[in-house]
């Protein structure tokens, strides 16, 4: 056989032996929690009362509630591949069947998550498949880097992903106080209940695995997050702040248009706020286990913006 042939056959580790017993019961109680709060975005949100009720608005606003939403639904599938190779990872790690399980929740629920954005999108006019800007093409394979993700153990991974959850979390909070349409509200809502069990999972994982954490892993952990933050979340994600000038103008005043319509959007100044004060709350979590987070000079420091992103 060719070289580059045996190049392209992936090797399969043994996935043997499964371990089918129960190990983490609050793990477990994730699962079940999942089954219970199941959700189907195709029918339990009536997107042609959607439709209706936005047919009015004018094409601008639309148009900047659609690309609101079809960023939203890009960020959510971004979390699909690194949800794969968790799985994958948990797979041949041997873990225990709850962690299988809720790393296949997660997988299933950020599609969903995508879903109800894409059928939002679709609502107020048209789901953009791709990014319009070239810059967010660069952007999006860059959320995830399985570098950086095999550099950590599975859990300590798993846990910085989870503070990332928190971030977007009380940012989704904002944006469901800004919809004024039900059915935007409602996929907030339910999306929402999904990553709250997100969040718990991180919070077991803390409590669990960091005391056993090397302080070298630990600042690891910290640089990860804040990398994460600065090389794609920034930029464009969960704020505009990294974007270069002239797109970040454009998209900051299409969030804000989409914001002052009710639609289900945050303000660019007020992303950084939340984000500041998400920040802090972060640390203080980690606090009790001695895993720096660095500053975030951007937002938080002396290149903090000074004026309000739309009007720069
Ligand atoms: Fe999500
Ligand atoms: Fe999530």
Same mark, same amino acid.
């Given at each position: 056989?060719?070289?580059?042939?045996?190049?392209?056959?992936?090797?399969?580790?043994?996935?043997?032996?499964?371990?089918?017993?129960?190990?983490?019961?609050?793990?477990?109680?994730?699962?079940?929690?999942?089954?219970?709060?199941?959700?189907?975005?195709?029918?339990?949100?009536?997107?042609?009362?959607? @439709?209706?009720?936005?047919?009015?608005?004018?094409?601008?606003?639309?148009?900047?509630?659609?690309?609101?939403?079809?960023?939203?639904?890009?960020?959510?599938?971004?979390?699909?591949?690194?949800?794969?190779?968790?799985?994958?990872?948990?797979?041949?790690?041997?873990?225990?069947?709850?962690?299988?399980?809720?790393?296949?929740?997660?997988?299933?629920?950020?599609?969903?998550?995508?879903?109800?954005?894409?059928?939002?999108?679709?609502?107020?006019?048209?789901?953009?498949?791709?990014?319009?800007?070239?810059?967010?093409?660069?952007?999006?394979?860059?959320?995830?880097?399985? @570098?950086?993700?095999?550099?950590?153990?599975?859990?300590?991974?798993?846990?910085?992903?989870?503070?990332?959850?928190?971030?977007?979390?009380?940012?989704?909070?904002?944006?469901?106080?800004?919809?004024?349409?039900?059915e935007i509200k409602k996929?907030?809502?339910?999306?929402l209940r999904d990553?709250?069990?997100?969040?718990?999972?991180?919070?077991?994982?803390?409590?669990?695995?960091?005391?056993?954490?090397?302080?070298?892993?630990?600042?690891?952990?910290?640089? @990860?997050?804040?990398?994460?933050?600065?090389?794609?979340?920034?930029?464009?994600?969960?704020?505009?702040?990294?974007?270069?000038?002239?797109?970040? @103008?454009?998209?900051?005043?299409?969030?804000?248009?989409?914001?002052?319509?009710?639609?289900?959007?945050?303000?660019?100044?007020?992303?950084?706020?939340?984000?500041?004060?998400?920040?802090?709350?972060?640390?203080?979590?980690?606090?009790?286990?001695?895993?720096?987070?660095?500053?975030?000079?951007?937002?938080?420091?002396?290149?903090?913006?000074?004026?309000?992103?739309?009007?720069?």
């Amino acid at each position: 056989m060719e070289a580059s042939m045996l190049e392209e056959t992936v090797q399969n580790p043994n996935p043997y032996p499964v371990v089918g017993k129960l190990h983490y019961e609050d793990i477990w109680q994730l699962c079940l929690q999942a089954r219970e709060l199941a959700w189907d975005p195709a029918r339990d949100i009536d997107w042609d009362a959607l @439709k209706r009720e936005t047919a009015d608005l004018p094409a601008e606003a639309r148009a900047a509630g659609a690309e609101w939403w079809s960023l939203r639904a890009w960020m959510e599938h971004g979390a699909t591949p690194y949800g794969a190779e968790r799985l994958r990872q948990a797979i041949f790690e041997h873990l225990p069947f709850e962690v299988k399980q809720h790393v296949s929740n997660f997988i299933a629920e950020e599609l969903r998550h995508h879903e109800a954005s894409f059928r939002i999108a679709d609502a107020l006019g048209g789901y953009q498949p791709s990014p319009r800007s070239d810059y967010f093409q660069m952007v999006i394979p860059r959320f995830h880097d399985e @570098k950086d993700e095999k550099a950590m153990s599975f859990y300590a991974g798993m846990a910085v992903n989870t503070l990332f959850e928190q971030l977007s979390g009380e940012l989704l909070s904002a944006r469901y106080k800004n919809a004024v349409y039900p059915e935007i509200k409602k996929a907030c809502e339910l999306i929402l209940r999904d990553e709250a069990r997100h969040i718990q999972f991180g919070r077991i994982l803390m409590r669990r695995f960091f005391a056993d954490l090397s302080d070298e892993e630990k600042v690891r952990l910290g640089e @990860k997050f804040a990398k994460k933050l600065r090389g794609s979340l920034l930029n464009g994600v969960y704020a505009v702040v990294n974007l270069p000038r002239e797109e970040r @103008k454009r998209s900051a005043r299409a969030r804000a248009l989409a914001a002052e319509h009710g639609l289900g959007a945050t303000h660019p100044d007020e992303e950084v706020d939340i984000i500041v004060s998400a920040l802090k709350a972060i640390r203080a979590d980690v606090a009790p286990y001695d895993v720096p987070i660095p500053e975030i000079a951007e937002i938080e420091g002396d290149g903090a913006p000074k004026g309000t992103l739309a009007a720069e």
